[in-house]
């Protein structure tokens, strides 16, 4: 019974251990192994939507269009991280070792952009992700040149400058946890955080 409780106690601790802590929202830049991740303007804001809309399918990260907001119970808030991503999507794909926009990537900037003019109080923050392969600082600056060619897009779309911040991650936040390619190419991604 004693041997039983010692399991179930270690077990416990380490799925505590697991957790991810909170991001700082104050941080406006830098580079740092706790963060994993280069940036610069108004920081990470949170990890908030990371993996929500990633069902969209490549180059896309959600449904199309601005409609079907709710407020309400359970409802979805208008001009929140859930309604970017399921009614918008909140993410793109790259090819690999590529930071051009496919079609599909331009699409989904395109209803990003005319989401944020509709709600012109909000701030995001573009997250630069790479897959596993190449080195740390390879994949950071590959992440970083991701998240700017989404940012210039939308820039081009009519959204201000200051309206956006970058953060690369590299390969330090995986989508997937898996090799192969069709998690590489799930991990090899730019996605937009509401601030």
């Known amino acids: 019974m004693r041997l039983k ?10 799925l505590t251990a697991c957790e991810t802590a909170p991001m700082d929202a104050s941080s406006n830049s830098g580079m740092g192994a706790a963060r994993g991740g280069v940036g610069n303007g108004y ?5 908030g939507g990371v993996g929500v809309g990633g069902a969209g399918g490549v180059g896309s990260g959600g ?3 601005l409609s ?3 407020n309400g119970a359970g409802g979805v808030i208008p001009g929140s991280q859930q309604d970017l991503a399921n009614n918008v999507g909140d993410r793109v794909f790259f ?24 709600f012109g109080n909000v701030t995001v923050t573009v997250e630069g992700h790479s897959d596993e392969r190449g080195t740390r600082e390879y994949n950071l600056a590959l992440g ?11 820039v081009t779309q009519g959204v201000a ?7 690369s991650y590299g390969k330090e936040r995986p989508a997937i946890g898996a090799s192969g390619d069709q998690a590489w190419a799930q991990n090899r991604r730019g996605v937009t955080v509401v601030n």
Request: net charge positive; aromatic share 4%.
């Open 5 to 14: 409780l010692i399991g179930i106690v270690g077990a416990l601790l380490v």
């Open 161 to 167: 400058p200051n309206r956006i911040a970058t953060l």
């Open 95 to 118: 090819g690999y070792d590529q930071t051009d926009l496919s079609t599909e990537a331009r699409t989904t900037l395109e209803r990003q952009a005319a989401w944020l003019k509709q």
């Open 63 to 65: 449904a199309a269009g």
């Open 144 to 154: 970083d040149r991701r998240a700017n060619s989404v940012k210039n897009y939308l």
């Open 68 to 70: 079907g907001s709710r």
């Open 43 to 47: 920081g990470a804001g949170g990890p």
